[in-house]
């Protein structure tokens, strides 16, 4: 079916590709045009321990330059990681399957594989939300605010969780509208099957590492989905990176 006027729909880009050993997943943490700010970027991910590499993908004429943790030979490590990283970077990230592991362009080798978490750790109150694996849909990508927010209002009328996610690229804000959190499989399948069948487009269901500042309202919404009644959650916006999605609307700017 056709995209909302001004709008893509975003397409799965991750494949499993099983390696030595069996399926590689890594983090995917930001994307970027600008190779210098990449590399500032990964240099700085580096230094704070964790295992990165950066992947090229060409769309068009343009090259997008995308930063990742990685690569681990478990969700869990990866897990991890992406937490840790939340936590010490203030940017979550998107645990994927490795497409093509002979494309990795690793870091110096004295990376660790596994970052020491907490070095500087602050205590936290017993009422703060613990850093979360959740699933969210990426519903679909905007580069005008009002149509962000009405896709979004739509989501929510719905009965479902929905908040926007947006980034400065090339002075322009992009906005990526996405259902959730949710924090089981069934009810993140519940929900796009019913964005589907209202909007008919095919949300993309994937994890996500929400930081205890930014969690929230995940488990009363899954348990709403279950008895069969959706939670209706409230909105926001949080900076963050949008993924290659964000490349892929670029790369038909002028």
Aim: charged share 20%; glycine share 12%; net charge positive.
């Amino acid at each position: 079916m056709a995209s909302p006027k001004g709008a893509m729909d975003p397409k799965a880009v991750e494949t499993d590709a099983p390696g030595k050993g069996g399926k590689q997943v890594a983090v995917k943490m930001f994307s970027f045009v600008n190779k210098t700010h990449a590399e500032q970027k990964l240099q700085e991910l580096s230094g704070m321990g964790f295992p990165v590499f950066q992947k090229v993908v060409t769309v068009g004429q343009r090259r997008y330059h995308q930063i990742y943790l990685g690569p681990f030979q478990d969700r869990r490590a990866a897990q991890d990681a992406a937490i840790a990283a939340a936590r010490r970077s203030g940017h979550g990230g998107t645990i994927l399957p490795l497409q093509k592991p002979d494309q990795i362009a690793a870091t110096p080798s004295g990376v660790s594989a596994h970052p020491e978490v907490g070095q500087k750790s602050e205590p936290t109150s017993d009422k703060t939300p613990p850093d979360a694996v959740v699933l969210t849909i990426e519903v679909v990508t905007y580069l005008d605010r009002t149509m962000a927010e009405g896709m979004k209002n739509r989501i929510l009328g719905w009965g479902l969780p929905a908040f926007i996610q947006g980034e400065q690229v090339r002075d322009r804000e992009v906005l990526t509208v996405f259902a959730g959190p949710f924090t089981t499989a069934k009810a993140g399948e519940k929900a796009q099957r019913l964005i589907a069948a209202k909007s008919g487009i095919q949300g993309t269901l994937q994890q996500q590492i929400f930081s205890a500042a930014s969690y929230g309202g995940a488990t009363a919404a899954d348990k709403s989905a279950d008895q069969g009644e959706w939670g209706r959650g409230a909105g926001g916006t949080s900076s963050g990176e949008v993924g290659y999605f964000v490349a892929l609307l670029l790369s038909f700017l002028p």
